[in-house]
């Protein structure tokens, strides 16, 4: 198994290309729409299992582990959710074939618990962090601006919070602290300069060895829920109210689908508002106004980017039942009838028309989940 991992460490660019020439192949396996599509979405599922598994070894190699020092569990909830969502498929097919159409539903209700504890065990291990890709990334990117704000180089602290630099200008002034500002001016160069230099080879394992004697240099303090509470007040509960929902959203959906079905209007508009207020609440949890009160809040490029994100996927409510059925199929079919005495463009958009509707019934229901 240690030499299955450094392999794939060692091939990280092959192995990923490799896995997305195989996962767009398995769209175009026979039967992969039909009625009995196991054995495709068997081999769909397969080969989703082994990438996450590969992305799990490459994200665990000791130097990511190094640079990401703020994992807080190495309990795998990021491959649990990933191996959950490329075997759902696989579960409802399975369910729908041997139970019956209206029975797969309490299947895949199953399987979104289960997500939903995991991502919930993930939220609550990382500190009440966005979750990224519905926690199949690990949020370790540290909050640049709350690092540069709070530890710049010249942010010397002493006496009502003046730095280094201030001390320098105030104490040139006195006679009698002329010696020491200019000893801590002095100091606050060499460290600025310090940072500028690469250290040395030796120094990563004397910081390391270092690292497993005082966890606390290298691993910050985790927040708690009733840290956030108290200092970020109703903000941070809406923040945590926001990711809690977005998390639970493609449960409620799926719930709502087995008791009203998938025809009817409440779990297509209870889902989208679920989704609105969600965001509503994390957008107003990580405003402008609390992250000049609380550094904590800042937003990474990665969680910005996970937010917008998640407003595009928006889209695929044009793709849920029964607003698909009533009006985005009857467009895809308008547009496949217009262009069918095109040659090839007809070929063609009849083929994206069929890998559509047919991914329609499998795949929209737990888009961004």
């Known amino acids: 198994m240690e030499a299955y991992k450094k392999w794939a460490r060692d091939n990280r660019d092959y192995l990923h290309s490799f896995e997305s020439l195989a996962n767009g192949l398995t769209w175009l396996l026979p039967e992969r729409f039909s009625d009995s599509e196991i054995g495709p979405e068997a081999v769909s599922a397969a080969v989703g299992i082994v990438t996450a598994v590969n992305e799990h070894i490459i994200e665990t190699a000791p130097t990511q582990m190094h640079v990401n020092a703020t994992v807080p569990s190495s309990f795998p909830y990021s491959l649990c959710i990933s191996a959950l969502k490329n075997l759902e498929t696989l579960i409802e097919v399975a369910a729908q074939q041997y139970y019956g159409d209206d029975k797969r539903w309490n299947f895949i209700a199953v399987t979104e618990a289960l997500k939903v504890l995991f991502r919930l065990a993930l939220f609550k291990n990382c500190g009440y962090k966005i979750l990224l890709d519905g926690g199949e990334t ?3 990117e540290r909050h640049l601006k709350t690092s540069t704000s709070q530890h710049r180089p010249n942010a010397f602290t002493k006496h009502g919070g003046h730095n280094a630099s201030g001390y320098s200008g105030y104490l040139n002034g006195h006679d009698h602290w002329n010696l020491e500002g200019r000893a801590l001016s002095a100091l606050s160069r060499f460290g600025e300069n310090a940072r500028m230099i690469s250290p040395p080879a ?3 394992g004397v910081q390391h060895q270092h690292g497993m004697f005082n966890p606390s240099a290298t ?7 009733s840290t956030i509470l108290s200092e970020q007040g109703h903000r941070g509960a809406l923040f945590v109210t926001g990711e809690v929902l977005f998390i639970t959203r493609p449960l409620i959906y799926v719930l709502l689908i087995r ?7 409440t779990p297509w508009f209870l889902s989208l508002a679920v989704d609105l207020l969600g965001t509503s609440f994390l957008s107003y949890g990580t405003s402008a106004s609390t992250s000049r009160k609380n550094q904590r809040s800042c937003l990474s490029d990665s969680e910005k980017d996970e937010l917008r994100k998640r407003k595009m996927l928006w889209a695929f409510y044009l ?3 029964p607003f698909f059925e009533r009006y985005t199929r009857r467009k895809l079919e308008g547009a496949e009838k217009v262009l069918a005495p095109v040659p090839f463009v007809g070929f063609l958009t009849a083929k994206i028309v069929e890998l559509i509707i047919g991914a ?3 795949y929209t229901y737990m888009s961004a989940s």
């Open 360 to 362: 329609q019934t499998r």
């Open 319 to 321: 793709m849920r039942d």
């Open 138 to 140: 690990i949020n370790n």
């Open 202 to 204: 030796w120094s990563y």
């Open 259 to 265: 008791k009203y079905g998938s025809r009817s209007w």
């Open 219 to 225: 691993t910050p303090e985790r927040p708690t829920l």
